[in-house]
């Protein structure tokens, strides 16, 4: 397939476009560069060295001998992304391309507007570009398990079964998600089935939770194509923030009691769910949800889970929460459709959890323990960070 990965530089959509490349598709990448600006924005930079997105795609061309051509430009403007997908013709758009820290989406006004206005507006651009260009090309969008909140009952996949007064609908599952960056794949979601309704697009919205790990097959090839790996109190998140924690002898920082649970999933598995996605594309004119996660977990547990895979014995501090989050709630998300589609899971072991350390071990001195500090707190509209507010990208 010709698959289009937007947002290739990033920490899931660079190994991604390696993965679906080694798999014998022909991949291109399109990026802006935002996340690397956040970085800068933050003070704060990934444990893993990462190269230059042009170095990344020479080198993979000198280990495979593929080439995966990239676009450098902004996803907001429109004139690009339909210049793009006009002369890529992708038979797939995976979309990566979005600010996805639930924290930097709070930090104040200015940082919740540039979240939406990136998020909803670059997928809209791309919803026109397919409608008006071909709208055959599926489009596989990364959404986040967050849309859904944390309800009192089971969390299905996408749609609920609804008896109202004697009648009976399928509906969207209702959404209560917990920052204006989860609000910002809502939002995404209503304009996408939108899409697919009134124009007879076709799309798979994969509501990922929390992934973890570093390293892929690929990745592992060359230092040089290395993916990128978070642990500041902003972009971290949070088994890979636990793991780091561990290894430079820092606290780990469970939020209040740590009974938030979450859908998480290895690396490895993003880049499996995605490839099994595009192989089998909804039906043109449909809009799927697929949740996209392979085990749940409490805080709590996956903080107990770093302490017995790290050879030392880490401390684990409650702090207060700086989120607006329930302490503890009923929890159970179905996620069947990958499974039926054959995905064989990475199951969260201690093996995996050491080898993340053992990645990070590697970069320990690259480790700023000022920047675990959660500095965004959810009750305040304006939070004043050291280093934010004067390089927020365009
Ligand atoms: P990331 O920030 O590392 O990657 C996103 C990439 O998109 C970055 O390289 C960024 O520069 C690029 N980008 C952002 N806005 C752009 C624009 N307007 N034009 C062009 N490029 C743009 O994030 P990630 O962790 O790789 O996540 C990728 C996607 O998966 C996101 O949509 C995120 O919401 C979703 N997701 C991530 C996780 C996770 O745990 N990391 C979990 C669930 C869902
Ligand atoms: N947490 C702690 N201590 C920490 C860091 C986090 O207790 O040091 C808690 C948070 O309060 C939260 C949970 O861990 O309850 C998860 O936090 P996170 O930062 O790992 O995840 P989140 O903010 O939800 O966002 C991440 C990605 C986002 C993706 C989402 C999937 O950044 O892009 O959409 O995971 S999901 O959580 O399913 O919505």
């Known amino acids: 397939m010709r698959i289009l990965v937007l947002g290739g530089d990033g920490y899931l959509g660079w190994p991604t476009a390696l993965h679906l490349s080694s798999r014998g598709h022909d991949v291109a990448v399109v990026d802006n560069f935002a996340r690397r600006e956040y970085d800068l924005e933050m003070g704060v930079d990934s444990i893993v060295p990462i190269a230059g997105l042009q ?14 051509p990239c676009y450098v430009g902004d ?49 809209l651009n ?36 609804v008896t109202h007064k004697g009648r009976t609908d399928i509906l969207p599952f209702p959404k209560q998600p917990h920052s204006f960056y989860h ?32 390293e892929t097959p690929e990745t592992a090839q060359h230092p040089e194509l290395a993916t ?13 923030r636990f793991c780091a924690q561990a290894v430079v002898g820092h606290p780990i920082t469970v939020y209040g009691k740590g009974g938030q649970t979450r859908g998480m999933l290895d690396i490895r598995d993003t880049l ?15 809009y799927r ?22 050879s030392g014995s880490p401390e684990i501090v409650h702090l207060d929460s700086p989120r607006v989050e329930k302490d503890e709630h009923y929890y159970n998300a179905i996620h069947t459709k990958f499974l039926d589609l054959g995905l064989q899971p990475h199951l969260m072991s201690a093996e995996t959890l050491a080898s993340i350390m053992e990645v990070i071990a590697q970069f320990k001195d690259r480790v700023d323990p000022r920047a675990f500090e959660a500095t965004v707190n959810w009750r305040h509209t304006t939070n004043h960070l050291p280093t934010s507010g004067t390089l927020l990208p365009r």
């Not at 055959?136 to 079964?161: A, Q």
Request: charged share 20%.
């Open 55 to 68: 170095r990344r795609c020479d080198v993979w061309r000198e280990v495979s001998g593929i080439e995966v």
């Open 75 to 123: 996803l907001v403007d429109p004139d690009f992304t339909h210049r793009v997908i006009r002369e890529f013709r992708p038979d797939t758009v995976v979309h990566f391309a979005e600010q996805r820290s639930a924290p930097y989406s709070m930090i104040d006004q200015k940082h919740a507007v540039y979240t939406q206005v990136n998020n909803v507006v670059n997928t």
């Open 126 to 161: 791309v919803l026109y570009a397919i409608a008006e260009i071909d709208p055959s090309i599926h489009l596989v969008k990364l959404g986040t398990m967050g849309e859904y909140g944390t309800p009192n009952i089971d969390i299905e996949e996408g749609f609920l079964e």
């Open 183 to 214: 609000l910002s794949k809502v939002h995404d979601t209503h304009n996408i089935t939108f899409a697919c309704r009134v124009w007879g697009l076709r799309s798979t919205d994969l509501h990922q939770g929390v992934v973890y790990g570093q």
């Open 228 to 240: 990128r790996l978070d642990y500041d109190g902003v972009f971290g998140t949070v088994i890979n």
């Open 272 to 286: 499996a769910c995605v490839e099994l996605a595009c192989l089998n594309p909804a039906d043109q004119g449909e």
């Open 289 to 310: 949800v697929f949740n996209q996660f392979t085990e749940s977990f409490s805080v709590l547990d996956v903080a107990h889970m770093v302490v017995e895979a790290f």
